[in-house]
């Protein structure tokens, strides 16, 4: 069973910065994808960055400049979003995921509140 725990969410105003963390534990395969999505009320969730384990990275058009995703190759599939320049309309629920060969898991969410 894998497990995904995310942490770095939180308030911060417009213009501002946090890191998301993610560490996802148990069997995965060495190929695999992690990413955030974001989902807001009423919406579906959308993505927002991924990066393969072989450091392939796919950004929403709304984030491509401001936020960066990157992974710890010493720490097996742990990834982190960088988010800069923040803008009330980042604001969202933030889950952290893992795909692989027959395999898809989503973390329990981090709220991410932008004031303006």
């Known amino acids: 069973q894998v497990q995904l725990a995310e942490s770095g969410g939180g308030l911060v105003q417009a213009g501002g910065s946090l890191r998301l963390s993610c560490a996802a534990s148990?069997?995965?395969?060495?190929?695999?994808?992690m990413g955030w999505y974001r989902q807001v009320p009423g919406k579906q969730r959308e993505l927002v960055a991924t990066m393969t384990s072989v450091g392939s990275t796919n950004y929403a058009d709304s984030v491509k400049g401001r936020h960066i995703i990157s992974r710890d190759n010493a720490k097996k599939n742990t990834v982190y979003l960088q988010m800069n320049s923040l803008r009330p309309e980042d604001t969202g629920v933030y889950y952290c995921r893992v795909r692989a060969t027959r395999s898809d898991y989503w973390g329990q969410g981090t709220q991410v509140t932008v004031s303006s």
């Open positions: 148990g069997s995965i395969f060495s190929y695999n994808t």
